[in-house]
Nanobody
Framework: QVQVVESGGGLVPPGGSLTLSCAASGRSVSIYNMGWFRQTPGNQRELVAIFTTAGGTIIPDSMKGRFTITGDNAKNTVYLQMTRVKPEDTAVYYC?????????WGQGTQVTVSS
């Protein structure tokens, strides 16, 4: 069994910064990448950023400039640095591990941007 656990969510004021962490543990699997998605009520989960085991990143244009993803392959951990956050960044942020067999999702961490 593989466990994916997010941490670091919370309340942050507009214009502020926040870093989310995600750690995978448990059964050893071949990992392609780990990444972050977010979801608001009534909407589909959307891609925020992906960190590949080759050290590359995939970030949609809408997220570039404010969100940065980094990772530590040895620790199966990824981080999402969020800067200049906006109220529309409010969402549940999910971490996903993409292995050769399937996706593993975390339970999510709430990020609320509000003054």
């Amino acid at each position: 069994q593989v466990q994916v656990v997010e941490s670091g969510g919370g309340l942050v004021p507009p214009g502020g910064s926040l870093t989310l962490s995600c750690a995978a543990s448990g059964r050893s699997v071949s990992i392609y990448n780990m990444g972050w998605f977010r979801q608001t009520p009534g909407n589909q989960r959307e891609l925020v950023a992906i960190f590949t085991t080759a050290g590359g990143t995939i970030i949609p244009d809408s997220m570039k400039g404010r969100f940065t993803i980094t990772g530590d392959n040895a620790k199966n951990t990824v981080y999402l640095q969020m800067t200049r956050v906006k109220p529309e960044d409010t969402a549940v942020y999910y971490c996903r591990l993409h292995s050769e067999m399937r996706y593993y999702w975390g339970q999510g961490t709430q990020v609320t941007v509000s003054s």
